[in-house]
């Protein structure tokens, strides 16, 4: 099934942002040395991705599904790029997330401290901020972390997936304050020559770079 893009939806893909994880809180995640040694490999890993790309595809809980490109260049720039028939984009230039849509003719602008994906893009991820880690579990190949934004800027939590021997994050699963479900997978997700500055760019009449 063709998904047919929400904002929503489309902002799903903003939650990749929340890996910023913090050590486990023992409230939540029962403490151990091996739980702590996966949190901590996957910390190390993410915060090495300075520039990516890879192809993605999220789907929601009904099986509508949407496909597209993405870059990450940290610090502070990130595109999600549908492919058509969504006609949403979505580019961080550093300061502002912005979400377009050139068959509506819309054009949103948010500063980027006021999303989770601010965490992700910050030039060192951060320890002593971020996600409390509520679950951490093993998978024949891989592993996947559980958290919660410690901060109160989303609700919900996120499950982010992990293959094991090279690590690889392969995507993640949100489930959002009104416990509706968004899954992302990863498709080849590699490290890139920094892209121009152009491609997290976009203005009112340009939604291209």
């Known amino acids: 099934m063709v998904f047919t893009l929400t904002r929503r939806a489309a902002l799903s893909a903003l939650t990749i942002a929340m890996p910023a994880f913090g050590p486990a809180q023992p409230a939540l995640a029962a403490p ?3 739980n702590d040694a996966l949190i901590a490999r996957a910390i190390a890993y993410l915060d090495g991705l300075s520039s990516v790309e890879g192809r993605f595809t999220q789907a929601d809980a009904k099986g509508a599904v949407a496909t597209g490109m993405l870059w990450l260049a940290r610090p502070g720039r990130a595109r999600f790029q549908y492919d058509p028939p969504s006609s949403y984009l979505i580019t961080c230039d550093g300061t502002t997330v912005i979400v377009s849509d050139s068959r ?8 980027l401290n006021s999303t989770p994906l601010a965490i992700f893009l910050a030039q060192h ?15 024949p190949g891989g592993f996947s972390i559980t958290a919660r934004d410690s901060r109160g800027l989303a609700q919900g939590e996120i499950t982010l997936y992990f293959l094991d021997a090279p690590i690889r994050l392969t995507g993640w699963v949100v489930i959002d304050a009104e416990a509706r479900m968004t899954r992302v997978t990863l498709e080849s ?21």
């Open 32 to 34: 151990s040395a091996a």
């Open 125 to 139: 991820i951060r320890l002593d901020r971020g996600a409390h880690v509520t679950r951490v579990d093993r998978s």
């Open 104 to 111: 509506l003719k819309t054009f949103q602008r948010y500063p």
């Open 189 to 209: 997700l590699k490290p890139v020559t920094t892209p121009a500055a152009s491609l997290f760019i976009q203005r009112p009449d340009v939604t291209e770079p």
